[in-house]
């Protein structure tokens, strides 16, 4: 029951990437496009049990629902077209480099500051365009005293999402890392998904500060 559940779900998350893929494409989200992803969601959201998708429908509902507090219409070409980067987030898509940033979405916390490695319980989920995960980011990782989960827990710091991949990947087999994390965060677990990109920077950030230690140590 719970594979077809499953299988379920993964159909309409496929629906809805179709038809978030298409208004991307375009590069112009407006008013028919709105009402087709709000029909979707009307329709298909409360039935499909997935955070991603719930964190998603309540961005665009709440969208909606500021304008009309305001006495906006948000269907109106002017605003529905300030969701095109909330969708660009859903699948992925960043038009700056040569592969699309499937990071750079909607699940991201802001780490607020420096973050630290040794000590710190990583969870790499995806595939990574700096290097591979196995043989190259995580020994790096290690190397600097950081930890290694392979699926998060309320004991991991930060689940890293890798830049590339196809559009659906975060909702299917790494995406259960993702999910898993925010049902952790629904529950008051403090830990924050981050981007390949900002784990990198703070890779960068503890190799320096180390370099310098090293150099200043007195010889023999």
Same mark, same amino acid.
Request: aromatic share 8%; with cysteine; glycine share 8%.
């Given at each position: 029951?719970?594979?077809?559940?499953?299988? !379920?779900?993964?159909?309409?998350?496929?629906?809805?990437?179709?038809?978030?893929?298409?208004?991307?494409?375009?590069?112009?989200?407006?008013?028919?496009?709105?009402?087709?992803?709000?029909?979707? @969601?009307?329709?298909?959201?409360?039935?499909?049990? !997935?955070? @991603?998708?719930?964190?998603?429908?309540?961005? =665009?509902?709440?969208?909606?629902?500021?304008?009309?507090?305001?006495?906006?219409?948000?269907?109106?070409?002017?605003?529905?077209?300030?969701?095109?980067?909330?969708?660009?987030? @859903?699948?992925?898509?960043?038009?700056?480099?040569?592969?699309?940033?499937?990071?750079?979405?909607?699940?991201?916390?802001?780490?607020?500051?420096?973050?630290?490695? !040794?000590?710190?319980?990583?969870?790499?989920?995806? !595939?990574?365009?700096?290097?591979?995960?196995?043989?190259?980011? =995580?020994?790096?990782?290690?190397?600097?005293?950081? @930890?290694?989960?392979?699926?998060?827990?309320?004991?991991?710091?930060?689940?890293?999402?890798?830049?590339?991949?196809?559009?659906?990947?975060?909702?299917?087999?790494?995406?259960?890392?993702?999910?898993?994390?925010?049902?952790?965060?629904?529950?008051?677990?403090?830990?924050?998904? =981050?981007?390949?990109?900002?784990?990198?920077?703070?890779?960068?950030?503890?190799?320096?500060?180390?370099?310098?230690?090293?150099?200043?140590?007195?010889?023999?």
């Amino acid at each position: 029951m719970k594979q077809i559940q499953q299988q !379920h779900c993964d159909e309409k998350i496929s629906e809805l990437l179709e038809l978030c893929q298409g208004i991307v494409e375009d590069n112009l989200l407006g008013p028919e496009d709105l009402d087709r992803l709000t029909d979707w @969601l009307a329709d298909n959201a409360p039935a499909v049990k !997935h955070a @991603l998708l719930d964190d998603f429908a309540n961005r =665009i509902n709440t969208f909606c629902n500021n304008h009309w507090d305001c006495g906006q219409d948000p269907f109106a070409p002017e605003n529905c077209s300030k969701l095109l980067p909330v969708v660009a987030g @859903l699948v992925g898509f960043t038009g700056v480099c040569d592969y699309n940033d499937y990071s750079a979405s909607l699940m991201l916390n802001d780490p607020g500051g420096a973050i630290p490695i !040794h000590g710190t319980v990583f969870c790499p989920t995806g !595939h990574f365009a700096s290097g591979s995960r196995s043989s190259w980011l =995580i020994p790096r990782i290690r190397r600097l005293g950081g @930890l290694i989960a392979s699926f998060p827990s309320g004991k991991t710091d930060y689940v890293v999402v890798g830049a590339m991949a196809s559009p659906s990947w975060k909702f299917r087999t790494f995406g259960r890392k993702i999910e898993k994390a925010m049902d952790l965060r629904a529950k008051g677990y403090d830990l924050l998904i =981050i981007s390949e990109a900002t784990l990198l920077t703070a890779l960068d950030a503890a190799e320096q500060t180390q370099a310098f230690h090293c150099d200043r140590e007195p010889a023999g």
